[in-house]
Nanobody, 123 residues
Framework: QVQLVESGGGLVQAGGSLRLSCRAS????????MGWFRQAPGKEREFVAA????????GYADSVKGRFTISRDNAKNTAYLQMNSLKPEDTAVYYC????????????????WGQGTQVTVSS
């Protein structure tokens, strides 16, 4: 029903920045909430950030608050995650997800997932 494709990952030095993008198709983009999650090797998937259907309401994990910014452009069917002041502990595969308008910070809130994009932060 909703297909998501992430892009923008890569290798950066600590203190650097990356901007991840997630393009959606298959459903009216403005009708869904969007979230970003990440998963490091041997760890469970964890919440990073979420934005409601209109972009007016956002939430962040404490570990990224003040460094990461989630946004969306409904005209482009795309959500973004701007990551600044990156740390080695941010290294993970980052996934975008789509869910109903009520979706929040739990991975079970989301029904559709992208393939993931690798972010590696070197010391």
């Amino acid at each position: 029903q909703v297909q998501l494709v992430e892009s923008g990952g890569g290798l950066v030095q600590a203190g650097g920045s990356l901007r991840l993008s997630c393009r959606a198709s298959g459903r009216t983009f403005s009708s869904v909430a969007m979230g970003w999650f990440r998963q490091a090797p041997g760890k469970e998937r964890e919440f990073v950030a979420a934005v409601n259907w209109s972009g007016s309401n956002t939430g962040y994990a404490d570990s990224v608050k003040g460094r990461f910014t989630i946004s969306r452009d409904n005209a482009k069917n795309t959500a973004y995650l701007q990551m600044n002041s990156l740390k080695p502990e941010d290294t993970a595969v980052y996934y975008c997800a789509a869910g109903p308008r009520s979706a929040g910070m739990g991975h079970t809130d989301y029904q559709y997932w992208g393939q993931g994009t690798q972010v590696t932060v070197s010391s």
